[in-house]
């Protein structure tokens, strides 16, 4: 009981990490800050997440870190009367967390090669002021990435339940028929449409309402995620300056519970998360194109969780790094 205990705790620890990373994104004189998009601009998108998680669970402790990345090509292919682009976006690279956490699940179980997206596309639709309406293509991609890691779980789980006595591998096909639901949920709400769609949301719409501002501006945001690591994200930016073609924001964010939201699922397990904390950096914005073109977020929650019937408390620290270059 006490390794099953240990598992769980290592489990959330993981989970968080992937969460994290994919929630924490987003990212005298005077600027327009609006996009400009014109039909074949291409753009670069790397984004680089370090998360570190301690847990508290029924007497026990554990702490990971974890490192996760992302590159991919935008390429615009129409912009609408009113600016709207419609743009598409090829996955180059995409780093996952390791399982070392999960003890004996995560002998044999390639994670990468379950969810190797590169190559992969898919079409999201943003304004001038970075906010995206929808994405589509992911959805079927993340059902792919599913049933991928549901086959590879399952291969894993079986060899190991061959070692069991013959009395108790009858459970093989309840623990993995509920694994099935679980583990594509899971995937569904990083990698599915709306999760991108939050994403990229979070990272872009930054922009003030007044596209015109002068250095000292201030204006705020607030941001509701459902997907990933549910949050809320109350933002506050102010124009620092603007020199030499660049636009220097910086940002304070007050982080709170979406409790709207529904629990996260980590490999079958369901976890809700209940973090409050804040959030800190600096966005550059080329002033020209009126893109984003570097990010550094710092961020810094804490709070209770709840999994499998078991409560606990979590600290978790991060740092994310955005680097957007026209190619």
């Known amino acids: 009981m006490r390794a099953c205990r240990r598992c769980a705790v290592q489990a959330v620890a993981l989970g968080v990490c992937l969460a994290m990373a994919a929630a924490l994104g987003g990212c005298g004189s005077r600027a327009d800050l609006t996009m400009k998009m014109n039909p074949g601009d291409r753009f670069e998108v790397a984004t680089d997440s370090d998360v570190s998680t301690a847990t508290e669970m029924m007497g026990m402790s554990q702490s990971d870190s974890q490192r996760t990345g992302e590159t991919m090509l935008f390429e615009v292919k129409s912009v609408d009367a009113e600016g709207w682009a419609t743009i598409e976006a090829t996955i180059q690279r995409l780093e996952t967390p390791a399982l070392e956490g999960l003890g004996p699940l995560a002998e044999g179980l390639n994670i990468e090669e379950a969810l190797s997206l590169?190559?992969?596309?898919?079409?999201?639709?943003?304004?001038?002021?970075?906010?995206?309406?929808?994405?589509?293509?992911?959805?079927?991609?993340?059902?792919?990435?599913?049933?991928a890691l549901v086959t590879a779980v399952k291969d894993v789980m079986g060899k190991q339940m061959e070692q069991l006595p013959e009395a108790m591998r009858g459970m093989e096909q309840l623990l993995t028929g509920e694994l099935d639901v679980a583990v594509r949920k899971g995937v569904r709400d990083q990698l599915g449409d709306e999760a991108i769609r939050e994403r990229f949301e979070s990272m872009f719409a930054v922009y003030p309402e007044d596209p015109t501002v002068t250095k000292g501006a201030v204006w705020e945001r607030t941001l509701s995620l459902f997907?990933?690591?549910?949050?809320?994200?109350?933002?506050?930016?102010t124009l620092e300056e603007v020199k030499d073609g660049v636009a220097r924001i910086a940002v304070a964010s007050q982080v709170s519970p979406n409790t709207a939201a529904e629990p996260m699922s980590v490999m079958g397990m369901e976890m809700k998360l209940e973090l409050s904390g804040s959030?800190?950096?600096?966005i550059e914005i080329d002033t020209g194109t009126g893109w984003i073109t570097s990010c550094t977020m710092e961020s810094e929650?804490?709070?209770?969780?709840?999994?499998?019937?078991?409560?606990?408390?979590?600290k978790v620290t991060g740092t994310e790094r955005v680097v957007v270059t026209r190619l």
Not at 124 to 134: A, D, E, F, R, W
Not at 302 to 308: A, E, F, K, Q, V
């Open 279 to 282: 959030r800190t950096g600096t």
């Open 118 to 147: 590169e190559g992969r596309t898919f079409t999201l639709t943003m304004s001038p002021k970075g906010k995206v309406s929808s994405v589509t293509g992911m959805d079927r991609v993340a059902a792919e990435a599913g049933d």
């Open 227 to 237: 997907k990933g690591q549910p949050m809320v994200l109350n933002d506050t930016f």
């Open 301 to 314: 929650m804490d709070g209770d969780m709840l999994i499998m019937g078991m409560q606990g408390t979590m």
